[in-house]
């Protein structure tokens, strides 16, 4: 009977318009279209075959993740690598019933090896574009920042994206957590703000509930990438749920990352009952083992999820989105209507 209640939950939210807040597009790069490109740019890759890289995403922490992560950017040399690259998520994502997505690039991690920053964003946001007239998906683009380089290379990566910052609709804190504080890119999340830009960071996955509380109130974040660690301190968790920033949370990645040891332990289902706004995402899915749905199913089989959770769960991946008053006013509207019906 459980089971039963389970499958048709997972189907419930397979099918339902969602939107994805929590996607590197780096982190979407499948094994079959990094060997295709580094055919055709020339670059060899360490590996030899899509079984051999699928084969080493075993890890046991986000640094050892990170490693080939950055390894596997490394094919990405020009505009329409990037464009293909963000068209496969993008069709990936629209067979999820993905209406409406938050991407982040990495741009250092591809200025540094001498490809064009406008390269990078014109290939990404031209998919971004066709997305919206051929698949009916809407996107913000986020760019972040790698926290392990100095705030002096943010701020240069800053100056640089300024040509761009119509294309651009946020900054984000990225890549290796621990000994990189927030604190470290006040500065430049400050020059960000000042622009207008929305302002996220990773905080929380491996790193202290100290490091949520420097990205709200040294960075001024509109939202925390993961946050599990938040629950760790009473005042913190209060704090979230009385100002309604919210949580982008990611089952699978915390799981092949070792943030959690077993999915039945993943902290959803207390972030919800604390009155968060937390919502499900894929964060690096070609790394991680599954798309958004995935996700869904993970949590909502492993945590036994009831309906009103996987509602709550829908429902804030809009609440919790960039979008306009209007267009998230619609796409609830959208889910609403979805939810009626089945
Ligand atoms: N870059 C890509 N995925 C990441 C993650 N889960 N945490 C930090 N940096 C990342
Ligand atoms: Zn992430």
């Given at each position: 009977m459980t089971h039963r209640t389970d499958t048709n939950l997972t189907n419930l939210a397979a099918n339902a318009p969602k939107a994805e807040l929590h996607l590197h597009i780096e982190g979407s790069f499948e094994p079959e279209l990094m060997f295709e490109m580094a055919r055709r740019n020339g670059v060899k890759l360490p590996f030899a075959s899509v079984e051999e890289i699928r084969a080493a995403?075993?890890?046991?922490?986000l640094q050892e993740f990170l490693d080939i992560y950055y390894q596997g950017m490394s094919v990405l040399l020009c505009e329409q690598d990037f464009y293909d690259l963000t068209w496969a998520y993008l069709t990936r994502a629209a067979a999820d019933n993905v209406i409406h997505t938050e991407i982040f690039f990495d741009p250092q991690g591809h200025t540094e090896r001498g490809v064009k920053f406008a390269d990078v964003v014109g290939g990404i946001s031209r998919a971004l574009e066709d997305a919206k007239d051929k698949l009916g998906i809407s996107s913000k683009l986020i760019m972040c920042f790698?926290?392990?380089?100095?705030e002096s290379d943010a701020l240069q990566t800053w100056d640089e994206a300024q040509p761009f910052l119509s294309l651009i609709d946020g900054v984000g804190l990225d890549s290796s957590e621990v000994g990189h504080p927030p604190s470290k890119f006040k500065t430049v999340f400050a020059k960000a703000k000042a622009a207008g830009l929305h302002l996220v960071a990773h905080a929380g996955e491996e790193g202290p509930p100290e490091y949520v509380w420097q990205a709200l109130?040294?960075?001024?974040?509109?939202r925390i990438d993961h946050g599990n660690r938040s629950l760790e301190d009473d005042k913190l968790v209060t704090q979230l749920a009385s100002t309604g920033i919210c949580l982008t949370v990611c089952p699978l990645s915390n799981l092949k990352l070792c943030v959690v040891d077993d999915m039945k332990e993943h902290p959803i289902r207390k972030m919800l009952d604390a009155g968060l706004c937390a919502m499900i995402n894929s964060d690096d899915p070609s790394y991680f083992g599954g798309y958004v749905n995935a996700n869904y199913t993970a949590v909502i089989e492993a945590l036994d999820l009831n309906r009103a959770e996987v509602e709550t769960l829908l429902a804030n991946s809009f609440t919790g989105s960039f979008m306009d008053a209007p267009a998230k006013g619609q796409a609830l509207s959208k889910l609403d209507a979805y939810l009626s019906g089945v």
């Open positions: 995403y075993d890890f046991s922490n790698l926290r392990h380089l100095p109130d040294d960075l001024q974040v509109d």
